[in-house]
């Protein structure tokens, strides 16, 4: 595997021509720039494997398509839409144990105009789901706690749905609004030209999200959620 260099403007460069040109003739033609990008991302992966079996070595570290590479062509077989191709292409940390979106985890991904970090609870999950809503209702004071620090979430992109219906009566309010959430998708947002002018500093400034973003997943994955939150805080300080 080819050691990581960080990410060349020129893969941006592909994913605006393909949400430009989103046909199989253009992308024949840039191939070879798909698997340029194709190959950042997976020595991507490379880089943050120490990282990430640290942190938790239950975490998906495997390059492969389909493992922690997502594929840049759609399934268009049940869907309305027929686009070929997708307009963003990442790869996903996830327990090992588990499909590749069928447990939630961490992404790193490119867009035309941005490249993305950051954590999600899948609105087809519905067991981990649960198991987000029960961990919050156990430790309500240990989730405002989190959620009251403002370097986690600050400035972060928010992609959610809520229940209507009350799930857990008498929680705090931030902890109330999380246990409502059917899902979400929260991320950093790294402008494209800032993503490439870091190189391969910007493996440092995914870890440092993961690990503000590591207490938000252990409530989503977690059947010691007290325990498992000790364990992160005595290590990172978090």
Same mark, same amino acid.
């Given at each position: ?5 960080? @990410? ?9 021509? $393909? ?21 950042? $991302? ?10 990430? !079996?640290? $942190? ?8 492969? %398509? ?11 077989? @049940? %869907? ?6 997708? !307009? ?5 940390? @996830? ?5 590749? %979106? ?23 999950? %519905? ?17 405002? *706690? ?13 992609? *959610?749905? *809520? ?76």
């Amino acid at each position: 595997m080819q050691e990581f260099r960080g @990410f060349g403007a020129r893969s941006f460069g592909f994913m605006q021509g $393909l949400k430009d040109n989103n046909d199989r003739a253009w992308f024949e033609r840039h191939r070879a720039d798909w698997e340029t990008l194709k190959g950042e $991302l997976q020595s991507l992966c490379g880089a943050m494997a120490p990282f990430l !079996e640290e $942190l938790d070595p239950d975490l998906e570290t495997d390059p492969k %398509t389909g493992r922690c590479l997502g594929r840049i062509f759609r399934d268009i077989r @049940f %869907t309305r839409d027929k686009s070929l191709f997708r !307009e963003s292409i990442d790869v996903l940390f @996830f327990p090992a144990a588990y499909g590749r %979106t069928k447990a939630p985890g961490f992404a790193v991904g490119l867009k035309a105009a941005e490249c993305y970090i950051g954590t999600w609870l899948g609105a087809s999950m %519905t067991d981990w789901r649960a198991r987000f809503e029960a961990n919050i209702a156990a430790a309500p004071g240990l989730f405002e *706690s989190y959620l009251e620090r403002n370097d986690n979430f600050g400035g972060l992109w928010l992609r *959610s749905e *809520s229940y209507k219906k009350e799930r857990v009566p008498g929680l705090p309010a931030l902890a109330r609004q999380w246990a409502q959430r059917k899902y979400f998708y929260l991320a950093e947002m790294v402008p494209a030209a800032e993503a490439v002018r870091l190189g391969t500093e910007i493996v440092g400034r995914i870890e440092e999200r993961f690990l503000r973003l590591y207490p938000l997943y252990l409530f989503a994955t977690s059947e010691r959620v007290a325990q498992e939150l000790e364990r992160f805080g005595n290590k990172y300080g978090g």
